[in-house]
């Protein structure tokens, strides 16, 4: 997924279309880390698109051959960062330049050999696992982008109850699909 | 070290955004302390963005559907709102033991959206649910309907349209039009119109049924197998980029392919079209909406005896606005209009001299006109003109062909005026259309006028909007009646239609601001 390509490419500047890949390649693993900083706010899609537009007007100083996802990954903080003090929420969230260093190794390791599309797919083979109404209240959340309270109502259950089930049904699909991937490379 | 459940609720917390700032200070004091937990941060970060990912109806913006369940007392009726959603959630739950039949789909409604749903059982709706069950039927009055299931798998349904649950893996759609998008996983589930047996075999698909003509599919992905119902056995296979239409046992491949003309994602309201009175660089006449899916709209000025080489245009109310001589001077649009009794509303800016009116002209017109015969209700046509009594007073007349509405508010004055014609589907106790006209974002009084014999069925006056070509239909024009005589002579400005009946809200927001701003979904 990252770039770092090797020698041949030397000192120059990425032309068009070696940069139009590497962003192209690396969008997932930018809005994870952008979300990691940023849980729960609505903007990271905007951060991300402020984020990729720097990138694209600073493309000539990236250099081929070097690490494009830490030089993206440096702007995007840059952009949180612009983001929070334009929400004048300096204090909002404290993770700090050490926190934000270990969640990008992190991000980096999880996803080393393992692309958007193979975390898809192990999700969709853990969704098929799901109880019925498990399978539908976690759609129904996501699909409709409902908050908790209105799928609560939608599925009949109290605030707290509706909370709970999808707290037990994300961590029950959390450890699939970490299985299903790490036997998926075991298997490579 | 074995990470405890509620550490892992407190980070999908984190995740979602439900600690405050104390509660967020602790957590990630704790994630920053701790390796394992950095590592569960991230790894549920990951989920939830792969399940957004996953998940998502559309690439773009989802709309603000501001669909927080109505206060009001619910009204046990159903009306179902779209097909879609009945035979997607049939596909996606199959229990084996359930003490009560388990939810098939759940769905969501455009803002505007009226519908009614009814449960198998004729048991009560329960207030705010947005499930939909096997044996339910919805009708979809007005708007558009999203289906959702467990498995991927969706559906738009525009209306009117009406839908029923038949079994977990058939629906019966027996008005309106639906997209369909299943996965290839889910493969097999069955779509039954009045003609046809609609087999998914992985793909995207669409359906139009009712309003007088074949059913029809289209497919724009993948393959169907479609066969007529009552034979079995005697199916085809459509392949992308093909359509079908039907007429009893016969299946003919000889329709054009329309999948444009389909929505495909949720609007953040009605469908509509707006022709804004503004020219666009190259000289062609601005059409905006999405009225017909992603097919555009597009128009054109025919200059009838005015000798004009291009339509002269004005300031208007907003922007431009098209300046119509009366001499067959008109906008010729390729589009069909709103059909049979499905609501709609027209809405325009008009700005007449004194003097300038004539006597049964259009606006804004579309359907068909037999020659001679003046009683056929198959036209829609709001006008501004003299009325038919005393061909005295210019106010608004709104026809469906044989039987009309007049105002009483005289509107060539010289300053421009807001006009909206609103049409609900529905008939007064009276028998006659629920017709609403406003001027000026206040309702208009008026009566109404007909000619001898009217169509009655039941005491209710037909309104049969005729929008088939092959049945002599013309598209919608602006400025022309669908005769050749008295064309429009004034100007017209940020001309609106919209697939469905706006409130009275929306008709003084429209008025007010130009601006398309609608009800939440309302259950009837």
């Known amino acids: 997924m990252d770039d770092s390509s090797t020698s041949e490419t030397g000192n120059r500047p990425a032309t068009n279309e070696e940069f139009a890949q590497l962003l192209a390649a690396n969008q997932d693993v930018l809005l994870w880390f952008i979300k990691a900083l940023l849980p729960g706010s609505p903007d990271v899609d905007d951060i991300l698109q402020n984020t990729n537009l720097v990138l694209w007007r600073k493309q000539e100083s990236f250099r081929a051959g070097t690490s494009f996802l830490k030089w993206a990954r440096a702007v995007a903080r840059w952009e949180v960062r612009a983001w929070l003090s334009k929400a004048r929420r300096h204090n909002w969230l404290v993770i700090n330049d ?70 037990r049904i994300r961590a029950a699909l959390r450890r699939c699909v970490e299985s299903r991937l790490a036997m998926n490379q075991a298997g490579k | 070290m074995s990470i405890s459940r509620e550490i892992e609720c407190q980070i999908q917390d984190l995740v979602d955004g439900h600690l405050d700032e104390d509660q967020q200070r602790v957590l990630i004091e704790r994630i920053a302390n701790d390796p394992e937990l950095t590592r569960l941060y991230v790894s549920h970060v990951g989920l939830d963005l792969t399940l957004s990912k996953s998940m998502r109806f559309s690439p773009a913006k989802l709309a603000d559907l501001r669909q927080t369940p109505p206060s009001q007392p619910q009204i046990v009726k159903a009306l179902l709102a779209s097909a879609a959603v009945v035979a997607l959630s049939l596909v996606v739950l199959r229990l084996i033991i359930v003490p009560d039949p388990p939810p098939l789909a759940t769905f969501r409604a455009s803002p505007g959206t009226v519908y009614q749903l009814q449960r198998a059982g004729d048991k009560a709706p329960e207030p705010g649910s947005l499930i939909l069950n096997e044996g339910d039927e919805m009708t979809l009055t007005q708007g558009v309907v999203e289906l959702g299931f467990g498995a991927g798998v969706r559906g738009i349904v525009e209306g009117p349209a009406k839908v029923v649950f038949e079994k977990k893996d058939r629906v019966r759609m027996t008005d309106g039009r639906a997209f369909f998008e299943v996965p290839a996983a889910e493969k097999g589930f069955k779509v039954i119109t009045g003609d046809l047996i609609v087999t998914d075999l992985g793909t995207e698909f669409a359906i139009k049924v009712g309003d007088g003509s074949p059913d029809e599919v289209h497919v724009i992905k993948g393959r169907v197998e479609v066969a007529p119902r009552g034979h079995a056995g005697s199916g085809k296979v459509l392949e992308a980029g093909h359509a079908l239409s039907s007429l009893g046992s016969d299946l003919t491949v000889t329709t054009p392919f329309k999948g444009s003309i389909f929505l495909k994602h949720l609007p953040d309201r009605l469908p509509y079209l707006h022709i804004p009175g503004d020219m666009s660089d190259d000289g ?241």
């Open chain 2, 284 to 524: 062609s006449i601005v059409v905006i909406g999405d009225i017909q899916g992603e097919e555009p709209i597009k128009a054109r000025f025919l200059p009838g005896k005015s000798g004009s080489d291009a339509l002269p245009t004005v300031e208007g109310r907003f922007g431009s606005a098209f300046k119509l001589t009366g001499q067959g001077d008109h906008v010729l649009t390729d589009w069909a209009g709103i059909g049979q009794d499905d609501p709609r509303t027209v809405a325009f800016w008009v700005r007449m001299n004194p003097g300038e009116a004539t006597y049964d002209t259009a606006c804004v017109v579309w359907g068909h006109r037999p020659q001679g015969i003046e009683t056929v209700n198959r036209k829609w046509n709001v006008q501004v003109a003299l009325d038919r009594e005393t061909k005295s007073r210019c106010i608004v007349n709104t026809t469906f062909g044989g039987f009309w509405f007049e105002g009483t508010t005289s509107l060539d004055d010289g300053q421009w005026h807001h006009v909206a014609a609103v049409y609900t589907g529905q008939n007064l106790p009276s028998g006659m259309p629920d017709l609403r006209l406003f001027i000026d974002g206040k309702r208009e009084a008026g009566e109404w006028v007909w000619n001898e014999p009217i169509d009655r069925k039941e005491g209710n006056v037909r309104v049969r909007t005729e929008t088939r070509v092959e049945e002599g239909a013309e598209p919608l024009m602006i400025g022309k009646p669908l005769h050749d005589r008295n064309s429009f002579r004034g100007e017209l400005d940020e001309i609106y239609v919209i697939a469905g009946a706006l409130e009275t809200e929306a008709v003084q927001t429209l008025w007010q601001s130009n601006r398309l701003d609608l009800a939440k979904p309302r259950k009837d």
């Open chain 1, 98 to 167: 050490e926190l934000a260093e270990a969640i990008a190794d992190t991000i980096e390791q999880e996803s080393r050999g393992v692309g958007a599309s193979a975390r898809l797919d192990a999700l969709a083979e853990c969704q098929r696992k799901l109880k019925p109404r498990d399978k539908l209240l976690v759609s129904y959340y996501y699909q409709m982008s409902k908050s908790l309270n209105e799928c609560a109502e939608a599925f009949e259950l109290s605030a707290n109850s509706m909370k709970s089930t999808l707290h």
